[in-house]
């Protein structure tokens, strides 16, 4: 199968006050399809590489290939629409605009390109009953729980049929029961649509929803480990892994499935 | 630490937040001591400044006064929006309600007081330069610069109270939420606004009944008051319910509404209506001051035309006039107090009218007029022919055509020959010179009049003894018996008066134009915070800077110019009504220039706003 995202040798050095190598010579590829989880303790520079990967910051160095194209090497006015066409994003904190109901909120990507109002709508409702939240479109972000909110930034994620799918810590501020119904949804994502998606949580238990997951220590990659037939199995595996880690203990203290 | 260092240091640290309000705060005290320093003016306050202007002036300074609190409100409560989970983090940290007031309040005298003194100290400094680029513009002599005791009274008067009050007002605010919501802070979202049909129907019948009676009512105290509070209401009402029901208009057009940026920028505008209404009601009040004040008194510069006399003061006596004798002595006293080398001459005229308008002129005979202009010799006098001296045109209607060759008396059968119209010789009325004969033959059906006549240098030193001979024989309003001109009070009048209106009305329009500007700056300063998020948030699922810089201009193209509208509407109505009753002729001229003249400050205002809004969000948003 082909690779639908190419991560070549990506260094990454935060200039400040101090100089900070926050990634170092990080390589991996991504299969179309595949659902690749990232690990790693907090700090080890995780959202640094996802925010390199979406483009909302520049490499210091390395490449980065996305279905073909080199998103880097584009244009300002290029890249925005780069995003648009071929990303999908979901945040920790949602990301919703409170000044819109949830409808528009999913619908937003759309009315920038300027999609036909009878096709946004089609689209909407395919979308949303899917993910189960059609009856609370004309709510506002703080009338709906958090993992409805979440679902809705999903929802607003894929409906341009993104060829990437990113997620930081999309379960971040959840609680375990809207974690599952979250994770659940992107990997029925992922399995119909064949959505092609990249997470990175320091939950095991939503990592272990992944096919793969990659582990950063200090901004180097240390291991790699695939998802067999069983999910627990999966599990108890990144959790050997995250223990060798070290670090980030407190959430090994959270354990749930 | 002691409390007092800990306010102190509380400020230093969340510098950003203090600095807004500070910075508004010292706007406002600096507009109000402005205001003040001109209104209390030694120069104005003993001249003879017109009622109008007066009244206008005492109007414009409550204006103010109301808008400097509502300023100090808006800013405040700005303020603690930014604020309001630090309270709750002190609460919970366990600092008692008694200490939460006393920071509050010493937080308030402290950023109080040191807005009252840069404010002072910027208003003296902007004071002078208006006072000398003002008095450029209008060609008078500057304003010079005084100690403004009454100004500076007033001014800490007012404001320290009012920091104090407001303080007071914040702890009312912080007691009466939860912690929390406190904690929460300004996260804590607001509802969508629903418009109400009665309140809009109420908001339309106010404006179409405040313009209604503009157009139509008569005016006097009572109905003015009426028109402008409903103009007011109306205004409020227009922002806060009309633009909903626009808002949800706009919403329901889905072909517009989620095309681009549209759906952005219309849920913005929707969202924020509230702030919006009372943003917008306050800047279109504050600038249809502005824009009335500046065009009406404009105005004066244009009403009066300088009329030319030969003489410093003329005084006609008619023959019923018993203290004629009395009234020359006293001019002759003021002139011997002043120590003025003065000239007299006295003729005998005829006072008449002529045409058919039967407009007042004086008959004066060839040697008498010879005395008064020299030049006449050259031009021999044919019997039953006359020069008429004066202006063809006054205050827009003729009072004798141009080519007129023949001049028809009152009460006279034959008709004098024109053998020519030359301009004015006196300021008292037109003068007509005929030669002796006709003269006596006049003089039959007439009554004789004296007519004094003054000559003396230094013309424009004598404004006080002018005023006082006027008051002398004329009085407050009319003698029948005794006419006065003097061209000191002419000059003031139509030179002086004018120009130091048209300062007047620049100088109440810049300081509206300012307060309206200064509210705009600040509204959007403020939220400019809570916008950069937003932008990065939507740059982050693929909006294009374009695309963020076409949003924000469409925002803030709204915020500047949609109260400016209004404003220029309601400007209208109120030249209309000042025009119809106050006897203003050319108002909408000067007030289409008025507006024009604001209309591109605020264009200036905007691209340089606008310029460094978007410049900051672009930096923020795409580094
Ligand atoms: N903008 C920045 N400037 C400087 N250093 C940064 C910046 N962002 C992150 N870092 C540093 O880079 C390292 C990795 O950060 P991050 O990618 O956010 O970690 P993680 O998401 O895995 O917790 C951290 O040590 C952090 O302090
Ligand atoms: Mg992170």
Known sequence: MADLLQVQDLNKIYDGKSTFQALTNITFNVEKGEFIGVMGPSGSGKTTLLNLISTIDRPTSGQVIVNGQEPHKLKKGKLAEFRRKELGFVFQDFNLLDTLILEENIMLPLTLESVDSGEIDKKVQAITQKLGIDLILNKRTYEVSGGQKQRTAIARAIIHQPSLLLADEPTGNLDSKSSKDVMQTLQMINEKDKTTMLMVTHDPSAASYCDRVIFIKDGKLYNEVYKGTNQKVFFQQILDVLSMLGGDSDDLSTVRL | ?623
């Not at chain 2, 924020?272 to 824009?291: E, G, P, Q």
Request: hydrophobic share 45%; glycine share 6%.
């Open chain 2, 1 to 623: 630490m002691t409390f007092p260092q800990f306010a102190y240091k509380n400020i230093t640290r969340n510098l950003r937040a203090y600095l807004a309000f500070y910075l508004s705060s010292s706007f406002a005290v600096m507009i109000f001591f402005m205001f003040a320093m001109f209104i209390f003016h030694p120069a104005l306050e003993t001249g003879y400044m017109n009622n109008i202007a007066k009244k206008g002036m005492v109007f414009a300074e409550w204006v103010i006064f109301v808008f400097s609190i509502l300023f100090v409100l808006y800013s405040v409560s700005a303020f603690l929006k930014t604020r309001k989970s630090e309270f709750g983090i002190l609460t919970i940290q366990g600092a008692s309600p008694k200490q939460l007031r006393l920071l509050i309040t010493l937080e308030n005298v402290f950023i109080g007081l040191a807005s009252i003194i840069t404010g002072i100290i910027g208003g003296t400094v902007l004071a002078k330069l208006f006072f000398t680029a003002g008095s450029y513009i209008v060609e008078m002599e500057p304003l010079e610069l005084y100690f403004p005791l009454k100004a500076l009274g007033i001014t800490i008067g007012v404001f320290l109270p009012l920091f104090v009050l407001i303080s007071q007002f914040t702890l009312f605010i912080i007691h009466s939420e939860e912690v929390v919501s406190l904690l929460k802070g300004s996260v804590k979202p607001k509802r969508e606004p629903k418009p109400s049909i009665p309140f809009s129907i109420l908001g339309m019948m106010f404006l179409g009944g405040g313009f209604g009676m503009a157009l139509f009512a008569g005016i006097d105290i009572g109905s003015a008051v009426i028109i402008t509070v409903c103009t007011v209401i109306g205004t409020y009402l227009f922002y806060s319910q009309l633009s909903v029901w626009v808002l949800k208009l706009l919403k329901r057009n889905k072909k517009f509404y989620r095309k681009g940026t549209n759906l952005l920028w219309i849920s913005d505008l929707m969202y924020r209506v509230k702030d919006n209404a009372r943003l917008f009601f306050i800047v279109s009040i504050v600038s249809a001051v502005a824009f009335t004040a500046t065009g009406t008194l404009a105005t004066y510069k244009s009403m009066f035309t300088t009329e030319d006399s030969l003489y410093e003061m003329e005084f006609l006596s008619y023959s019923s006039n018993k203290d004629e004798n009395e009234q020359l002595t006293y001019i002759q006293q003021q002139f011997e107090q002043k120590n003025i080398d003065y000239e007299q001459s006295k003729f005998k005229v005829i006072e008449t009218g002529q045409g058919s308008s039967n407009y007042p002129v004086l008959v004066l005979s060839y040697k008498d007029g010879i005395k008064i202009l020299p030049e006449l010799k050259t031009s021999k006098l044919e019997e039953g022919k006359g020069v008429y001296f004066g202006q063809t045109e006054r205050e827009g209607y003729t009072v004798l055509q141009d080519n007129t060759t023949d001049l028809q008396l009152n009460n006279q059968q034959m008709s004098i020959k024109l053998q020519s119209i030359e301009q004015p010789l006196l300021s008292l009325h037109d003068v007509l010179v005929v030669d002796e004969n006709t003269f006596n033959l006049l003089k039959q059906g007439n009554e004789l009049v004296t007519f004094y006549a003054f000559q003396f240098a230094n013309s424009k030193e004598n404004l006080d003894i002018s005023q006082k001979i006027h008051d002398h024989i004329v009085g407050e309003t009319y003698n029948p018996d005794a006419r006065y001109s003097s061209k000191a009070i002419e000059y003031y009048q139509t030179v002086q008066l004018p120009s130091l209106s048209l300062f007047i009305g620049l100088f109440i329009g810049i300081i509206f134009f300012l307060a309206a500007g200064s509210f705009l700056y600040f509204r959007l300063f403020t939220d400019l915070y809570e916008e950069r998020k937003k932008y990065k948030s939507l740059a982050k699922i693929g909006l294009s800077e374009k695309e963020m810089v076409k949003n924000a201009n469409i925002q803030m193209a709204i915020l500047f110019f949609l109260p400016f509208l209004l404003a220029i509407v309601e400007t209208g109505f109120a030249l209309q009504v000042l025009q119809r009753e106050g006897g203003f002729s050319n108002v909408f001229q000067s007030g289409v220039i008025t507006i024009l003249g604001f209309l591109g400050l605020q264009l200036l205002y905007f691209i340089v706003i606008r310029s460094s809004y978007i410049k900051n969000l672009k930096e923020y948003v795409y580094r």
